[in-house]
């Protein structure tokens, strides 16, 4: 069942996303290209554009990376960490029992993988349409404890405060929200003292560079200073989807602006194995330039 703690559910490509590759044409709906820009977007403009666009494009989203992710893995990225081998919430003994929030949770593939090792995960995400692809995982694959799923917004936990021991996130909601501060505040406020909250982003480099997989995405083409969020909008100039830049200094403010230690970052190196190209990553860029960026924040 999918919680709604703040009512039903009411949220195109960026410099550098994780969204499918191939959308369907929007002429084929009736509706024209919408025009990509950067321009500046609130927090409301950006959550209703990105809710509305996970919805109509997570059927899309799984068909072409659910085998990637797998049902019940734990990927942090394109690169293919995978939390088995990266132990980057901690040791797997540490997580049996573990009351963990996942945010921007997607289909919920990593609350599954924590599942099974024992703890206790609720899956939030802005997308009622990705959380139905958590409840149809659970159809094709029944698991022995499936994670709770909650449909909110990052910026507005719908938790008491010190509701969980963990909190964590692969690409999900930080990308996409206009105040990130707001969202670890929420975050830290969830979290009990001596939580961890490790959160997954396109690496902040890549917006200098066009999202291109071959070697067009290898010269830089705009300042890594400029912030303005990349947008697309319709021709009423209603945003219909949303990415918003940090620079790594930024990101780094943020967590510790929102009561956080920063203990590490990880930027994952191109494995050997992976020849799957993402959107604007692959190999050839991976071999070079990072392309994700893990945060691993503490509360004391
Ligand atoms: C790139 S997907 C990542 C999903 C999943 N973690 C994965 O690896 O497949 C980004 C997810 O963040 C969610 N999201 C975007 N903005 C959000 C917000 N403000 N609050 C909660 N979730 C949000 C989207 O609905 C989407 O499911």
């Excluded at 066009?210 to 303005?228: H, M, N, V």
Aim: net charge negative; glycine share 8%; hydrophobic share 40%.
């Amino acid at each position: 069942m999918i919680q709604h703690p703040q009512g039903p559910a009411q949220s195109a490509t960026p410099a550098a996303s994780l969204r499918p590759a191939e959308l369907a044409d929007p002429a084929e709906v009736g509706n024209p290209e919408p025009e990509a820009t950067r321009r500046d977007a609130g927090s409301t403009e950006s959550s209703q554009a990105n809710r509305h666009w996970w919805d109509r494009n997570a059927d899309e989203y799984q068909s072409e990376h659910g085998s990637f992710l797998g049902d019940d893995r734990f990927v942090w990225g394109p690169e293919g960490l995978d939390e088995t081998e990266a132990r980057l919430l901690g040791p797997a003994e540490s997580l049996k029992g573990m009351d963990v929030l996942e945010i921007g949770a997607g289909a919920a593939q990593c609350s599954r993988w924590l599942a099974a090792q024992g703890a206790h995960p609720v899956a939030l995400d802005l997308s009622h349409r990705q959380l139905q692809h958590a409840l149809r995982i659970e159809g094709e694959t029944p698991s022995d404890v499936a994670p709770s799923l909650v449909e909110a917004d990052a910026g507005a936990l719908p938790f008491r405060a010190d509701s969980f021991d963990l909190a964590c996130s692969a690409y999900g909601a930080v990308p996409f929200v206009a105040d990130p501060v707001q969202v670890f505040a929420e975050v830290h406020r969830v979290l009990r003292p001596g939580g961890r909250w490790v959160f997954s982003v396109t690496h902040p480099i890549r917006w200098a560079f066009p999202d291109e997989p071959g070697p067009e995405g290898l010269s830089i083409s705009a300042s890594y200073f400029d912030r303005t969020p990349y947008v697309e909008q319709d021709e009423q100039g209603r945003a219909v989807y949303v990415e918003h830049h940090r620079t790594i200094g930024d990101r780094v403010r943020d967590v510790v602006a929102s009561g956080f230690r920063l203990v590490d970052l990880v930027e994952p190196e191109w494995p050997a194995w992976n020849s799957q190209e993402w959107g604007g990553w692959s190999p050839l860029r991976g071999s070079l330039i990072p392309g994700t960026a893990i945060f691993v924040c503490e509360r004391d």
